[in-house]
Each structure stands twice: as structure tokens, then as C-alpha cells.
């Protein structure tokens, strides 16, 4: 009985020293103590998690993805300090454990590699803002709607109404070329008319026909000029301003609208002709 009584079974303590009283109520001190280290991580770490998403949903500038993302970060931190405090408690050396988490960290961070780079890439798209949900863009050579931005690719919607999936590092990687940062575009074409027309009746032609469309803005100046003589035509470089949102649409109208006009007005407009010379032999 005193052998079983003096075994060695956890700390260097025996069962003796287990089954007193003193011991016991340490013990449940030590349980309790953990308890609430665990209780109070969690409310701070649900506490923080909370700011940030409202922080993020307080001002519109900001976007709510990175909060997010910050939070959840935010509450894993202060529940991983937790743990640690309670094995202090218990009296487990948390060094060596620190380094195992910081071993199987690094090992993970390498396997995941690309997946980590992608969410890198998110977090500098999401706080940076280059581009924004219904921006118009072109990422990677896709031109396309931005419908969804998360921490691990970018959603675009094609003017055919196709998903496009890009992970983020190639988004971030690349040039962004973004249609839509700007609310005013310049919208330019060429048109051609026949060498024995009326350049001063074809030049006020076109920019009656096109500062008569109300999406076309008057300031900055239009500009309207001969800029080349071609094999077969004048042309006139046309260059007007309107809002990024009628940009395509305008273009595509003045086209027809511009050419129905120089019609009307009697201005040539030529199509190339090749003359071909039979020498008979």
C-alpha cells in the first residue's frame, strides 16, 4: 500500500500528495483559472473582431473585406495568447511549443505557397483600392465588369456576360488598366471625305451633328481637324469628351449619325478605288 501510495505519477507527485487537500484545491484553482483565461480570450477576441468590422462598416470609403479579413485575424491572435497563458497555468514549457507552431507555420507557408500569394495580393487590392466592385476594367489582358473582389481572386463579368475568375496575384501583378476611375473619357474618330469636298462644310457638318448629342460635353474643347490626306480621302481627327459611363455607346452612335449627316449634306464620303490599265501587247 505505501508502495502505491508513494508512485510518482504526474509533476513529481505522488499519489499521496495527490489526495490531499491542498493539492486538490490547487488543482481546481488551476482548472478554474484556465477556464476563465479561455472565457476572457474569447470575449476580447470576440470584442476586437467586432471593432474592426465596424470600423469597416462605419465609413463608406473603406471596404468591408479587409475588415473582415482583419478581424478574424484579430480574434485568432488573441485566442492563440490564451492558450498559450493557459498552459502556463499547467506549467508546460510554452517555448518549445511556440517553435513546433512556428516549424509546422513555416512548413505550411511553403506548401501553400501560391494560395498565400493570392490572399497577399487581396489584402494590397482590398486596402489599396485599384479597382472597386462595377469598376469597367481590363486585368491581364480580360476587359471585363468587376462583380466580386475577395481575398483570394477577382471576379469579372465580360461584356458577353461570361465569369472571369483571376486569382489575385495576377491581378496585382499587372498592369490594371481601369475605365471607370475617371468620370470623364474622350471619345475620338476618323472620318473620311472625298478630295473635291467642301472641307469647311464637312468639318461644321460634324460638329453640329456630334455637340448636338446631349452626352457630348462642350468643355474641354472639342477638337475637329484635317490631321492626314490619305490615298483616296481627307480625314478629319474628331476627339470629344462625355461621361465614362456613355463612352461606347456614344462612339458607336456617332458613327452612323455623323455619316447619315455628311450624306445629307452632300460631302463625298470615298471608298478606296484601284485603277487598273490593260497595255495591249
Known amino acids: 500500500m505505501d508502495t502505491l501510495l508513494n508512485t510518482v505519477l504526474w509533476d513529481g507527485k505522488t499519489v499521496s500528495d495527490l489526495l490531499t487537500i491542498e493539492f486538490l484545491a490547487s488543482a481546481v484553482g488551476s482548472v478554474l483559472g484556465a477556464l ?41 491572435i488573441v485566442i492563440g495568447f490564451a492558450f498559450l497563458f493557459v498552459l502556463n ?40 483600392r485599384p479597382i472597386k466592385i462595377s469598376d469597367f476594367v481590363e486585368v491581364n489582358g480580360q476587359m471585363g465588369t468587376v462583380k466580386d473582389i475577395t481575398l483570394n481572386y477577382t471576379e469579372l463579368a465580360a461584356v458577353s ?52 448629342d446631349p452626352r457630348a460635353k462642350a468643355d474641354p474643347e472639342p477638337f475637329i481637324q484635317v490631321n492626314n490626306l490619305g490615298d483616296s480621302s481627307v480625314d478629319f481627327l474628331v476627339r470629344v469628351w462625355c461621361d465614362s459611363g456613355d463612352y461606347f455607346t456614344f462612339q458607336a452612335d456617332m458613327k452612323r449619325k455623323v455619316k447619315e449627316a455628311l450624306d445629307a449634306a452632300g460631302v463625298d464620303i470615298p471608298f478606296p478605288t484601284r485603277t487598273v490599265v490593260q497595255v495591249q501587247g
Open 36 to 76: 476563465l483565461i479561455l472565457f476572457v480570450g474569447f470575449m476580447i477576441g470576440g470584442w476586437a473582431r467586432k471593432r474592426l468590422i465596424g470600423m469597416g462598416q462605419t465609413y463608406a470609403h473603406l471596404d468591408i473585406t479587409l475588415f473582415n479579413f482583419l478581424g478574424n485575424i484579430a480574434r485568432y
Open 89 to 128: 497555468t499547467f506549467g508546460v514549457q510554452t517555448t518549445s511549443f511556440v517553435a513546433v507552431i512556428g516549424a509546422a507555420g513555416l512548413a505550411i507557408g511553403l506548401a501553400l505557397q501560391g494560395t498565400l500569394s493570392n490572399v497577399a495580393a487581396g489584402v494590397m487590392i482590398v486596402f489599396f
Open 161 to 212: 456576360n461570361v465569369q472571369i475568375i483571376i486569382p489575385n496575384s495576377q491581378v496585382w501583378g499587372n498592369t490594371i488598366i481601369n475605365y471607370s476611375s475617371y468620370p470623364t473619357r474622350r471619345a475620338e474618330w476618323v472620318f473620311g471625305v472625298g478630295y473635291g469636298a467642301n472641307l469647311k462644310l464637312a468639318e461644321e457638318t460634324i460638329r453640329t451633328t456630334i455637340l448636338a
